[in-house]
């Protein structure tokens, strides 16, 4: 039940895309596509942003897109938004009803 | 989607007990499988445990297991934590999640854990 890895800190340029990135295992990430992405601004609860690693729920901008590939999900945000500017969460079924979710990576737009 | 609310957080004693609720709405709650989630101060998310839509399945973070208990009434749309023995590096903001995926999420409740 390790962490799923992303790297701590992205940034880039309002407009601009950024890719976050959330390494598993073949435990995890590699063999179910349960792969989830939230998005957490400072002292609110969580916000799904995309589910089954690429849908993405209603209402949710589709400058967000979600993409796994062996045992590694990304999440892309495409024209870059100060509102953007927040913490960003995987979470992955890792089978047997656990999950585990990733390190976290927080998006600064500079 | 199904709207969270917990409560039961505050600050309590080391090896003391604490019993968190989440209340859903709506009659779709009792057609999910529901998550206890909890975040540590300036810390990320950890998963700590999930229940089937009828109570019938449990599961644990390995960090959690014995101290730990999940449990749901569905007849009240209320899901549970009970937390045994408390320890300091159990503060943190305790949320309820809905679903495989986490389509809904409670507010937080805050367990302060200090003597």
């Known amino acids: 039940q390790s962490a799923l890895t992303q790297p701590a800190s992205v940034s880039g340029s309002p407009g601009q895309s950024i890719t976050i990135s959330c390494a598993g295992t073949?435990?995890?990430?590699?063999?179910?596509?349960?792969v989830s992405w939230f998005q957490q601004h400072p002292g609110k609860a969580p916000k799904l942003m995309i589910y089954?690693?690429?849908k993405r729920p209603s209402g949710v901008s589709n400058r967000f897109s979600g993409s796994r590939s062996g045992n590694t999900a990304s999440l892309t945000i495409s024209g870059l938004q100060t509102e953007d500017e927040a913490d960003y969460y995987c979470?992955?079924?890792?089978?047997?009803?656990?999950?585990?979710f990733g390190s976290g990576t927080k998006v600064t737009v500079v | 989607q199904v709207q969270l609310v917990e409560s039961g957080g505050g600050v309590v004693q080391p090896g003391t007990s604490v019993r968190l609720s989440c209340v859903g709405s709506?009659?779709?709650?009792?057609?999910?499988?529901m998550h206890w989630v909890r975040q540590a101060p300036g810390k990320g998310l950890e998963w700590v445990a999930l229940?089937?839509?009828?109570?019938?399945?449990?599961q644990y973070v390995d960090s959690v297991k014995g101290r730990f208990t999940i449990s749901r009434d569905n007849s009240k749309n209320t899901l549970y934590l009970q937390i045994n023995s408390l320890r300091i590096d159990d503060t943190a903001v305790y949320f309820c999640?809905?679903?495989?995926?986490?389509?809904?999420w409670g507010q937080g409740t805050l367990v302060t854990v200090s003597s």
């Open positions: 999640a809905s679903g495989a995926s986490g389509d809904s």
């Open positions: 709506g009659v779709t709650f009792r057609s999910y499988g």
């Open positions: 229940i089937s839509y009828d109570g019938n399945s449990q």
């Open positions: 073949s435990s995890d990430v590699g063999s179910y596509n349960l």
């Open positions: 089954e690693a690429n």
């Open positions: 979470w992955a079924y890792a089978g047997s009803s656990t999950y585990v």
